[in-house]
């Protein structure tokens, strides 16, 4: 049986644990509010641009393909004839700690999961968070290599990660001739829950445009094809960074119910230490007694 020390030493510990899982929560707690904001304040712009980007759909797309730089570069954001199916890019999203739940695990195994669906193609990762690089820099997989990491952003996002981020993409999509780009992130979903997201984000996957003639009432100075090359690169790092925003307020979010829950069941265990406390001393009482009993019998007998 352990002794009243042991104990309380285990209830002393336990206790110390609690308030470093309390203050973790309310730093969360805390950040969460700034991150939602930031992230809600992104959504319309990056939604519009995506809106302007899909109108000018159709006039790109039916333009003559006169051997134009131009006009391969903007066709291959829709329709990439020209990249590789066997040679892919995966961006990667995480975050830098622990103590998220299984925040970190579920992107994990679904990045997991992809490598092993594409098995055999070259894939060039893009990963965000010291967990996913630590992660995959441990892989040992043929074909697989890591070319863009960003550690220690979280959770202070700013735009600049979002444009290195996309540059660095867009740029190995048309010098490595990618395939296509696929996107594993979790996704802000409420305060009790994250999504698990996967998409392709290259090429664009639009919709096919329907009836849109009045398109071919506008003018467009110095050209559609200028506005479009300044168009797009935006609109691809204005949607990494409302990304980033949303990846960090659910890794907020998650950290503040881990911190929640294990503060609870640290207090159910002192709870229940402190009863086994009093009845580890009441039994020390009764066998002090017990023995104080005997010693006066056999004095007496």
């Known amino acids: 049986?352990?002794?009243?020390?042991?104990?309380?030493?285990?209830?002393?510990?336990?206790?110390?644990?609690?308030?470093?899982?309390?203050?973790?929560?309310?730093?969360?707690?805390?950040?969460?509010?700034?991150?939602?904001?930031?992230?809600?304040?992104?959504?319309?712009?990056?939604?519009?641009?995506?809106?302007?980007?899909?109108d000018l759909k159709t006039d790109i797309l039916?333009?003559?393909?006169?051997?134009?730089?131009?006009?391969?570069?903007?066709?291959?954001?829709f329709v990439n004839k020209t990249g590789n199916p066997q040679k892919i890019g995966l961006i990667c999203i995480t975050g830098d700690k622990g103590l998220a739940g299984s925040f970190n695990a579920v992107v994990l195994r679904r990045v997991l999961q992809f490598l092993k669906e594409n098995h055999g193609k070259e894939i060039?990762?893009?990963?965000?968070?010291?967990?996913?690089?630590?992660?995959?820099?441990?892989?040992?997989?043929?074909?697989?290599?890591?070319?863009?990491?960003?550690?220690g952003i979280f959770p202070k996002v700013t735009y600049a990660h979002a444009e290195l981020l996309g540059e660095a993409v867009m740029k190995a999509f048309f010098t490595e001739q990618l395939g296509s780009v696929t996107l594993i992130y979790n996704d802000f979903k409420s305060m009790a829950s994250q999504n698990l997201v996967e998409e392709k984000v290259l090429p664009f996957a639009f919709e096919a445009p329907v009836n849109r003639r009045e398109e071919s009432?506008?003018?467009?100075e110095p050209g559609l094809k200028e506005i479009f090359r300044i168009?797009?690169?935006?609109?691809?790092?204005?949607?990494?960074?409302?990304?980033?925003?949303?990846?960090?307020?659910?890794?907020?979010?998650?950290?503040?119910?881990a911190m929640d829950a294990a503060s609870k069941n640290a207090g159910e265990l002192v709870t229940a230490l402190g009863l086994k406390l009093n009845?580890?001393?009441?039994?020390?009482?009764?066998?002090?007694?017990?023995d104080i009993v005997n010693g006066a019998e056999a004095l007496n007998s």
């Open 62 to 77: 039916t333009m003559s393909d006169d051997g134009d730089t131009a006009e391969s570069w903007s066709s291959r954001f």
């Open 231 to 257: 168009l797009v690169p935006r609109l691809f790092k204005a949607n990494m960074y409302r990304i980033l925003l949303e990846s960090q307020a659910a890794n907020l979010a998650a950290t503040m119910n």
């Open 124 to 151: 060039s990762v893009f990963v965000i968070g010291k967990k996913g690089r630590d992660f995959l820099a441990r892989l040992k997989m043929p074909g697989l290599k890591i070319a863009y990491e960003s550690v």
């Open 279 to 290: 009845k580890v001393r009441q039994a020390g009482i009764t066998n002090e007694i017990l």
């Open 1 to 54: 049986m352990e002794s009243l020390r042991d104990i309380r030493q285990n209830i002393k510990a336990i206790k110390s644990t609690q308030q470093i899982m309390q203050t973790m929560k309310m730093i969360s707690s805390a950040r969460i509010r700034k991150a939602q904001d930031a992230m809600t304040a992104a959504r319309p712009f990056a939604q519009k641009m995506l809106q302007m980007v899909d």
């Open 217 to 220: 009432d506008f003018a467009f």
